[in-house]
T-cell receptor, first 113, second 110 residues
Framework: DGGITQSPKYLFRKEGQNVTLSCEQN?????MYWYRQDPGQGLRLIYY???????QKGDIAEGYSVSREKKESFPLTVTSAQKNPTAFYLC????????????FGDGTRLSIL | EDKVVQSPLSLVVHEGDTVTLNCSYE??????LLWYKQEKKAPTFLFML????IEKKSGRLSSILDKKELSSILNITATQTGDSAIYLC??????????FGKGTRLSVIA
């Protein structure tokens, strides 16, 4: 089945630790996105990538980093510089071209220990 | 700066009621407006609207776009407890990623 797989579903981070959230898609989509969702805040864009080896900052990129070495994969690292990382993280992908909706993974819930 | 505003932010109704959710936007170079439903995990796609005045319908859900008023509504008739979710509105403008509103949390009680 085609889709977007995020792992792990739940993740705990210790103070000062970097953690990496995985996002893999087999939909052959060109563009991929990372969002953060906090209660009452909707979805806020962290980073996005429209082609391999290229990515752009979103609205809240500070304290996060990404890579896009393969079309299928867009991992997100939450660094120790992100002081309030507790949130629900959603990965999405979309084919190029107008009129195409984004598809989402099931999310990773990150908490601080 | 592109902006999407949804109202109300939360809503509680009884089964069988009809609800209307609102979404207004201020964006440059509008291309489309999308509605998603989010239960516990991934938002699922409901509708994409690009043309003003044309209603999109799926079962008890329908949506329409008003480009003059820069807004859209999502209607749900004969609500059921399974309609309880966060409904997200997003707008696509130019070549930028989707801009999302804060969502409307709908609770349907039996």
């Amino acid at each position: 089945d085609g889709g977007i797989t995020q792992s792990p579903k739940y993740l705990f981070r210790k103070e000062g630790q970097n953690v990496t959230l995985s996002c893999e898609q087999n939909l052959n989509h060109d563009a991929m996105y990372w969002y953060r969702q906090d209660p009452g805040q909707g979805l806020r864009l962290i980073y996005y990538s429209q082609i391999v080896n290229d990515f752009q900052k979103g609205d809240i990129a500070e304290g996060y980093s990404v890579s896009r070495e393969k079309k299928e994969s867009f991992p997100l690292t939450v660094t120790s510089a992100q002081k309030n990382p507790t949130a629900f993280y959603l990965c999405a992908s979309r084919p190029q071209g107008a009129g195409q909706p984004q598809h989402f993974g099931d999310g990773t819930r990150l908490s601080i220990l | 700066e592109d902006k999407v505003v949804q109202s109300p932010l939360s809503l509680v109704v009884h089964e069988g009621d009809t609800v209307t959710l609102n979404c207004s936007y201020e964006v440059t170079n509008f291309r489309s407006l999308l509605w998603y439903k989010q239960e516990k995990k991934a938002p699922t796609f409901l509708f994409m609207l690009t043309s003003s005045g044309i209603e999109k319908k799926s079962g008890r859900l329908s949506s329409i776009l008003d480009k003059k008023e820069l807004s859209s509504i999502l209607n749900i008739t004969a609500t059921q407890t399974g309609d309880s979710a966060i409904y997200l509105c997003a707008v696509h403008s130019g070549n930028t990623p989707l801009v999302f509103g804060k969502g409307t949390r709908l609770s349907v009680i039996a």
